[in-house]
């Protein structure tokens, strides 16, 4: 079904540039894809999202255990995000990914440029000696607030700020729920 409406509204999308993120949810009940996450000192779990430059969600990643990073199984996940969004007959490819330094891998990089898809990185300190090894757009990546917006929307939904589902895909099916709200309120 979304597929079908992304694919009688993309005009009304912005695909000029990509935006991802992850987000970090506090369990409360446990489940399946929980992991203890020493930053927010409790158990979380994690998911990717990917949006237009407006900020409407185009996809999310599986449910993923919150005791790992934004980058683990980083290409894998986007790449079923990624397909998610050509079923909409949508094309990925020469686009612009913009993400913040936390997604600064080499191998990430490389996928992208298999894909096609531009890079716009913020280079991540820690990677050889913090050293910028790729071309960087500051004017880019300051459109990177657009998915910063949709995590306050998406806050908006009280049953996303905390997870209690314990099925994994209980929680992704209240995520898409939430997305297909936002895309109707911008069409």
Same mark, same amino acid.
């Given at each position: 079904?979304?597929?079908?409406?992304? +694919?009688?509204?993309?005009?009304?999308?912005?695909?000029?540039?990509?935006?991802?993120?992850?987000?970090?949810?506090?369990?409360?009940?446990?489940?399946?894809?929980?992991?203890?996450?020493?930053?927010?000192?409790?158990?979380?779990?994690?998911?990717?999202?990917?949006?237009?430059?407006?900020?409407?969600?185009?996809?999310?990643?599986?449910?993923?255990?919150?005791?790992?990073?934004?980058?683990?199984?980083?290409? +894998?996940?986007?790449?079923?995000?990624?397909?998610? $969004?050509?079923?909409?007959? $949508?094309?990925?490819?020469?686009? *612009?990914?913009?993400?913040?330094?936390?997604?600064?891998?080499?191998? *990430?990089?490389?996928?992208?440029?298999?894909?096609? $898809?531009?890079?716009?990185?913020?280079?991540?300190?820690?990677?050889?000696?913090?050293?910028?090894?790729?071309? *960087?757009?500051?004017?880019?990546?300051?459109?990177?607030?657009?998915?910063?917006?949709?995590?306050? !929307? $998406?806050?908006?939904?009280?049953?996303?700020?905390?997870?209690?589902?314990?099925?994994?895909?209980? !929680?992704?099916?209240?995520?898409?729920?939430?997305?297909?709200?936002?895309?109707?309120?911008?069409?």
């Amino acid at each position: 079904m979304k597929e079908g409406i992304f +694919e009688k509204h993309k005009k009304e999308l912005d695909m000029s540039s990509i935006q991802l993120d992850g987000t970090h949810t506090p369990v409360k009940r446990g489940g399946q894809a929980v992991g203890y996450q020493s930053r927010k000192k409790c158990k979380t779990s994690n998911m990717l999202l990917l949006t237009d430059n407006n900020g409407i969600p185009l996809a999310c990643s599986e449910a993923i255990a919150g005791n790992h990073n934004d980058a683990f199984q980083l290409e +894998e996940q986007v790449d079923k995000m990624l397909k998610e $969004i050509n079923k909409s007959k $949508i094309s990925v490819e020469g686009l *612009f990914l913009n993400a913040d330094s936390g997604f600064d891998t080499q191998s *990430f990089r490389t996928y992208l440029e298999r894909r096609d $898809i531009t890079a716009n990185i913020d280079s991540n300190p820690r990677n050889e000696a913090g050293q910028r090894c790729c071309v *960087f757009d500051e004017l880019l990546y300051k459109r990177r607030f657009v998915i910063e917006r949709t995590h306050a !929307w $998406i806050d908006g939904f009280k049953c996303l700020l905390i997870r209690f589902e314990t099925n994994k895909k209980h !929680w992704e099916a209240l995520f898409l729920l939430a997305f297909s709200l936002i895309l109707l309120r911008k069409l």
